[in-house]
């Protein structure tokens, strides 16, 4: 099992930029594909981005492609999100996820563990 503990969210201007970060517990983090999801008020969670156990491989929303960066450092368990040139669309409650499967995973019951959530906030 592996719990996660998502940091870093808050109110930032539109243009401006937020890292996220989350902290996972256990020795077998780095057996775990990583995945960031949204949740915007009234609307169903969304994938934003995920990454591979070894960090080799990672995919975007659409809506992020060149400007959302994931990342993941195995030694210290965590993975991060680089959010930049941040619109008002982009505010929601940020997840954090991890899933023992293989391949591109884009959809939430892809993954079976979950952080609380933070708050990002982008106004215009």
């Given amino acids: 099992q592996v719990q996660l503990v998502e940091s870093g969210g808050g109110l930032v201007q539109a243009g401006g930029s937020l890292r996220l970060s989350c902290a996972a517990s256990g020795r077998t983090f780095s057996t775990y594909a990583m995945g960031w999801f949204r949740q915007a008020p009234g609307k169903e969670r969304e994938f934003v981005a995920h990454i591979s156990w070894s960090g080799?491989?990672?995919?975007?929303?659409?809506s992020v492609k060149g400007r959302f960066t994931i990342s993941r450092d195995n030694a210290k368990n965590t993975v991060n999100l680089q959010m930049n040139s941040l619109k008002p669309e982009d505010t929601a409650v940020y997840y954090c996820?991890?899933?023992?499967?293989?391949?591109?995973?884009?959809?939430t019951g892809n993954y079976g563990y979950w952080g609380q959530g933070t708050q990002v906030t982008v106004s215009s």
């Fill in 56 to 62: 080799g491989s990672t995919s975007y929303a659409d």
């Fill in 97 to 107: 996820a991890a899933s023992r499967s293989f391949g591109v995973l884009t959809t």
